[in-house]
């Protein structure tokens, strides 16, 4: 059985900083390409992040470039998402995604695997 656990969300004030974690189980995550995505109360999903398999091809959506930083460690199964200088705006749901053949697909069912997502929220 495989699984992909998000972790590390939380409450946080404005300008703090968050590492969100994808850990994935059952299975080797170096086969996969990693994205993440949030979607925010009344809004569409959107994708904000996404790792190759070998980590030498990031994304970086306009609304996150210069504040996010994506990461993986294949010797720990989990890949990373850094959040600094959080926004209100960045309060959301985060889920990563693993797909063995797709990069940075918008497309759900270009996924093998889904977390259940990890809530963010920036208030003061």
């Known amino acids: 059985q495989v699984w992909l656990v998000e972790s590390g969300g939380g409450l946080v004030q404005p300008g703090g900083s968050l590492r969100l974690a994808c850990t994935l189980s059952?299975?080797?995550?170096?086969?996969?390409?990693i994205s993440w995505f949030r979607q925010a109360p009344g809004k569409e999903r959107e994708k904000i992040s996404c790792?190759?398999?070998?980590?030498?091809?990031?994304y970086y959506a306009d609304s996150v470039k210069g504040r996010f930083t994506i990461s993986r460690d294949n010797a720990k199964n989990t890949a990373f998402l850094e959040i600094h200088n959080l926004k209100p705006e960045d309060t959301a749901i985060y889920y990563c995604?693993?797909?063995?053949?797709?990069?940075?697909?918008?497309?759900?069912?270009?996924?093998?695997?889904w977390g259940e997502g990890t809530q963010v929220t920036v208030s003061s």
């Open positions: 995604a693993a797909s063995m053949m797709y990069y940075c697909k918008e497309y759900e069912r270009r996924y093998n695997y």
């Open positions: 059952g299975t080797t995550l170096e086969y996969y390409h």
């Open positions: 790792i190759s398999n070998r980590g030498d091809s990031t």
